[in-house]
């Protein structure tokens, strides 16, 4: 979840409504007690019934730094190491600079005297599906702390060769990235509902400085957007998969510009013309396509 103050109960409300769809988390690291983090996840992934992935930001410098948090290395570690306990079977303690659990403090006096904790409920998983993005510095410590790294929809594939270098080639393991996808019946409509809904979006972007790249939106959309019809896009997805390995994407269709109908149509139009192309690979065109 994105674009909104309250991403978990958006969240929850839209495991409660699927069935089938994966529901995705972004919680920013770095900013507030993790142990927090770790009680909504596992709320929302019993609801979901176990179909929860957390893609976990590690925010920018101006962002933790308007929280009175920390976007460093030890605090991103020191985060996972709390979301992977919280989220394990047995009751733990953790302490170091960045969190002391139990909390001992005259406000939470549920844990006093004790020496450690359970977050309940645990989440559905035996084990939560856990991913870092951001920039250079999330690849890093998503391969200090072995989880996988989701490459930042506005990264260029140039900026993301060298996150991705190293990464299982073979399936053994999940590689995702993330991308902005302008889909429409032809690429000139594409391209037309992505200059109306980027320009906003990316300047909220260079303000809280997640984006330092061209303003212009001929230079910001190459290398970076996923823009066109279904065979376009089709086409733009395994130049990723054949260059950095990826096998997972996570695609924004949605957008706050972007007219309720277009989005519905997009979300349609990218199930049917070119979800099939990778869900049923080597099958007819006859029976792949659909549009």
Known sequence: MGFNSSSPVVAAGIAQRTEFVRV???????????????????????????????AAQVPSAEVARGWGGSNSAERIIDDVAVLRKA????????????????????????????DKISIQPKPAQLEMPLWLTGDAAAASIARQVGVPY???????????????EGVPTDGS??????????????TERAYELAANAIAGLYEAFRK????????????????????????????????????????????????????????????QLFGQGV?????????????????
């Not at 989220?87 to 005297?113: C, L, Q």
């Not at 929809?153 to 060298?162: C, H, V």
């Not at 393991?173 to 032809?186: D, G, W, Y």
Request: charged share 20%; with cysteine.
């Open 173 to 186: 393991a999940i590689v995702p990235l993330s991308r902005e996808v302008f889909i429409a019946p032809t």
């Open 87 to 114: 989220w394990g079977p047995n009751p733990f303690s953790h302490k170091s600079d960045f969190h002391t659990i139990p909390m001992e403090n005259e406000i939470h006096v549920e844990a006093r005297g004790l």
């Open 275 to 291: 979800v099939p192309e990778f869900r049923m690979f080597g099958m007819p065109d006859e029976i792949r396509k659909v549009v």
């Open 150 to 164: 989701l490459g930042a929809a506005q990264l260029t594939l140039d900026e993301l060769r060298p996150l991705y």
């Open 24 to 54: 995705g988390v972004m919680p920013i690291l770095g900013l507030v007690n993790a142990i927090y983090l770790a009680e909504e996840v596992a709320c929302i992934d019993n609801i979901a019934a176990g179909r929860a992935i957390v």
């Open 208 to 267: 809280d400085g997640t984006y330092s790249g061209p303003s212009n939106f001929d230079d910001m959309v190459k290398d970076r957007f996923v823009i066109g019809n279904p065979d376009t896009c089709i086409e733009q997805l395994y130049r990723y998969q054949n260059e950095l390995g990826v096998n997972y994407v996570v695609a924004r269709l949605a957008y706050h510009d972007m007219h309720p109908g277009e989005t519905a149509k997009a979300i």
